[in-house]
């Protein structure tokens, strides 16, 4: 799979994992907990949740070099001219996924805490740590994915190159 | 609570909108991994899950158990 098809796997099921937690909650809240649609609608998001798991991983164990191929095929020249920007703007952009992905992952882990709260009837802390550990991981994932996209294909970010300019 | 309808038509017109985008996830990792990749299958076992949800929802809107709900303990 290409860095395009990890840039679009996660970023619609990350989109699908919260609109599906939003629609399951809403759903729960009118039917009651016990209810068929509740159960099917849990079922749905924990299957997106595990699918973008499974992305991620599959994601992370891809070569570390995909920009650095794309390079070699014939961006040489252009490398060797740009190279100690390139740097500079992958850096500015890591800052700005950060603000662009803080925007996602709270509602998104506040929804899985509400939604472990409400299928277990309880929650401890410990659980809300390890699902915040998970959501640290899973973020610092997605930016690296992030900066490997910015870096193969600058042209996607037409708006960082802008404010660069 | 009393039941509202529309609010509920609004929440599975969400859920067929959601299922709909969310199509192309397992088609793209069937043509990449091949249909016999677990994620793929994992993919597929996502969208049919969402249809399952979709179409749970649909039929509820017309069965009595949605007149009774004004009952419903939210």
Do not use: C
């Amino acid at each position: 799979m290409t860095e395009a098809d990890y840039e679009y796997l996660l970023r619609t099921l990350s989109e699908a994992r919260s609109r599906a937690s939003e629609i399951a909650i809403a759903v729960r809240g009118r039917v009651g907990v016990d209810h068929r649609l509740s159960e099917l609608g849990n079922s749905a998001v924990s299957q997106i949740e595990s699918v973008l798991t499974d992305v991620r991983k599959v994601a992370a164990e891809e070569p570390a070099s995909w920009g650095e191929a794309r390079l070699d095929a014939g961006a040489e020249t252009k490398a060797s001219t740009g190279a100690l920007k390139n740097v500079g703007v992958a850096l500015d952009f890591s800052a700005q996924a950060a603000d662009i992905a803080s925007e996602h992952w709270f509602p998104a882990f506040v929804n899985e805490l509400l939604e472990r709260y409400r299928t277990s009837g309880g929650i401890t802390f410990e659980i809300v740590e390890q699902v915040l550990q998970e959501r640290k991981e899973a973020f610092a994932k997605d930016l690296e994915i992030a900066r490997r996209m910015y870096r193969s294909y600058p042209h996607m970010f037409p708006e960082t190159q802008a404010q660069r300019s | 609570m009393p039941f509202d309808q529309s609010d509920f038509n609004e929440l599975t017109r969400k859920a067929a909108e959601l299922t709909l985008e969310t199509a192309d996830v397992p088609r793209l990792l069937r043509l990449r991994l091949g249909p016999d990749h677990a994620l793929a299958r994992a993919a597929e076992e996502m969208l049919g899950r969402l249809e399952a949800f979709v179409r749970e929802l649909r039929s509820f809107h017309g069965s009595p158990e949605t007149d009774q709900s004004d009952s419903a303990d939210t």
